[in-house]
């Protein structure tokens, strides 16, 4: 059985980074084709992806907050860190990870993969407040 | 950024509705369409995969159909475990995802 968990503070101050700990059972980051992702959703907002990290280390962040955000793996501790600095009120929100998975596809004339986000972690809520 | 917006964002049914959520995307995404269900302070829950592939231990009034930039998702007959927010997500960029505003189901 696949889990994943977050955790990290629950209150952090305007300008402050923040860091969050995502902590998964049930899969590793050695395994090929592996992914997994960084979501959050304001209170009452839509869900907003951020990052994501493969197996082999390539990474990928939302174009918004590019410039604000780090996203690491320790494989050895099956955990995904995603640092965000600058922390403004407006980054209030439940922050979940996920896994991503992929199936392939296949016609008489190309291939790919569908991927979908198959398992969450149930979120951890960050507030920004001075 | 692909766009996606849905229609409604909201809507109020009865147990045993047949309810239609619609996603629309800004380009086209193929069937690179998923829908999610989601209820407070829960984790979000997939449904639906490439359009109209039911994950696996979803019940089957659940269902999905549509390609290029028009999607739909269908609950058959709702049920009281039913009402939640539910999302749509593009999968077709990968290095970009994104999913749309939501539309939330509550009981008439």
Redesign the interface.
């Known amino acids: 059985q696949v889990t994943l968990k977050e955790s990290g503070p629950a209150l952090v101050k305007p300008t402050q980074t923040l860091t969050l700990t995502c902590t998964f059972s049930g899969l590793s980051l050695r395994t090929a084709g592996m992914r997994v992702?960084w979501?959050r959703q304001p209170p009452g907002?839509?869900?907003?992806?951020l990052a994501?990290i493969d197996w082999d280390d390539d990474k990928?962040y939302?174009?918004s907050l590019k410039t604000r955000l780090t996203i690491s793996k320790d494989t050895s501790k099956n955990q995904v860190v995603l640092t965000m600095t600058n922390m403004d009120p407006v980054d209030t929100a439940t922050y979940?990870c996920?896994r991503t998975t992929a199936?392939p596809?296949e016609t008489a004339m190309a291939t790919g993969y569908?991927?979908?986000?198959?398992v969450?972690?149930?979120?951890t809520t960050v507030t920004v407040s001075s | 950024d692909i766009q996606l917006t849905q229609s409604p964002s909201s809507l109020s049914a009865s147990i045993g509705d047949r309810i239609t959520i619609t996603c629309r995307a800004s380009e086209s995404i193929g069937t690179y369409l998923n829908w999610y269900q989601h209820k407070s302070g829960k984790a979000p829950k997939l449904l639906i995969y490439a359009a109209s592939s039911l994950q696996s231990g979803v019940p089957s009034r659940f269902s999905g159909s549509g390609s290029g930039t028009d999607f739909t998702l269908t609950i058959s007959s709702l049920q009281p475990e039913d009402f939640a927010t539910y999302f749509c997500q593009q999968s077709y960029n990968t290095q970009g995802v994104t999913f749309g505003p939501g539309t939330k189901v509550d009981i008439k």
Do not use: P, R, V
Request: aromatic share 34%; hydrophobic share 35%.
């Open positions: 992702n979501i907002k839509a869900l907003e992806w994501h990928f939302s174009t979940y996920s199936t596809w569908y991927y979908y986000m198959d969450w972690g149930k979120g």
